[in-house]
């Protein structure tokens, strides 16, 4: 669950990637949301052949739109 706790004003936005090896999930890749929308969001992991091992790993960037254009611009990542 992710929430601005400095009271940020602006648009802050998260953007996701994740990596996976044999495992399909729900949650989108290379996307960007406003950092609300992550709050509570849950999904399930499943291996696509169960006998063998798989994995997931998910990366999060917090970044402040400041042109509104949902995209990471220089300077927008700190």
């Known amino acids: 669950m992710f929430t601005d706790l400095n009271g940020v004003p602006g648009d802050i936005r998260v953007y996701q990637t994740r990596t ?12 960007a949301a406003p950092i609300g929308a992550f709050t509570g969001v ?4 499943t291996l696509v ?4 091992d798989g ?11 400041l042109n509104s ?9 700190r």
Do not use: H, K
């Not at 849950?42 to 992991?45: I, N």
């Not at 052949?49 to 063998?52: F, G, I, N």
């Not at 254009?69 to 990542?77: A, F, H, L, S, Y």
């Open 42 to 45: 849950s999904g399930t992991a």
């Open 49 to 52: 052949d169960p006998t063998m």
């Open 55 to 65: 994995t997931l790993v998910m990366r999060f960037r917090a970044w402040l739109d």
């Open 69 to 77: 254009n949902n995209t990471i611009d220089p300077g927008e990542c």
């Open 20 to 31: 996976v090896m044999n495992v399909t999930t729900p949650m989108c890749d290379n996307c």
